[in-house]
């Protein structure tokens, strides 16, 4: 399926889990096959070795959709779409952003305030969180209030360049959408919230749910 563009489409971004798991590969192949555009690899707990074993099986045409949240100095071996900066690795970033640079990779942060959006002109996108109450981990509430969310979205903070993560399912996306968001990041609405529901299939149909509430104006 080729992604529509435009400003009623909202981008949709998909993480993963953090921990590997049997089939993830043929289901993450699958997803790309259905369209998904970007996809943020964040496995925390991961060592360099099993990430670098993990993009060696992903398709190398794909690699272009593909943002690390981890073992920054593996975007040049397989030129990756992009980085994603977190406190835990921000010595990593420091240490490759000279190579990071010259590859003109993608640049994108997690921020948790909408005042730290008022100085936010550096990276190429924002995901802003927890928006909703989170699915993925449970007691992690939302951050924000609607009416705190409208008032940024009308001083002009919240934009196409923002995207709302946290507790994103399909029935938010459109409210998301009304807070003036350019997309959303799944985890927990694509995954399930426990790692009992990994069928290929139901997961596809998840992905198309999500994906059609991301194309509706």
């Known amino acids: 399926m080729q992604y529509p563009e435009g400003d009623d489409v ?4 998909v993480i993963t889990t953090e921990t590997f798991w049997e089939g993830e ?5 699958t997803l790309f096959e259905h369209g998904l555009e970007r996809l943020h690899v964040r496995k925390p707990f991961s060592s360099r070795d099993d990430m670098k074993h993990f993009l060696e ?9 593909i943002v690390l949240h981890d073992h920054y100095e593996l975007a040049a071996m397989f030129d990756v779409k992009g980085i994603h900066i977190n406190d835990r690795n921000m010595g990593l970033f420091c240490d490759n952003y000279s190579m990071l640079a010259a590859k003109k990779v993608s640049f994108s942060v997690s921020l948790h305030s909408i005042e730290d959006l008022q100085f936010e002109k550096r990276h190429d996108y924002v995901c ?11 007691g992690y509430k939302k951050g924000f209030t609607a009416k705190k969310l409208m008032k ?4 002009g903070l919240i934009n196409r360049r923002i995207i709302a993560l946290g507790g994103i399912t399909a029935r938010r996306i459109p409210i998301a959408r009304n807070y003036g968001f350019g997309g959303v990041a799944v985890l927990g609405a694509l995954w399930g919230a426990s790692g009992d529901d990994r069928n ?8 198309n749910k999500l994906q059609i509430k991301c194309m509706e104006g």
């Open 200 to 207: 290929e299939k139901a997961i596809l149909k998840r992905f």
């Open 128 to 138: 802003l969180s927890p928006v909703f109450d989170s699915i993925s981990k449970p």
């Open 25 to 29: 590969v043929d289901v993450i192949h």
């Open 10 to 13: 909202m981008r949709l971004i």
């Open 152 to 155: 940024a979205k009308e001083k």
């Open 57 to 65: 099986q992903i398709d190398g045409s794909y690699y272009s959709r």
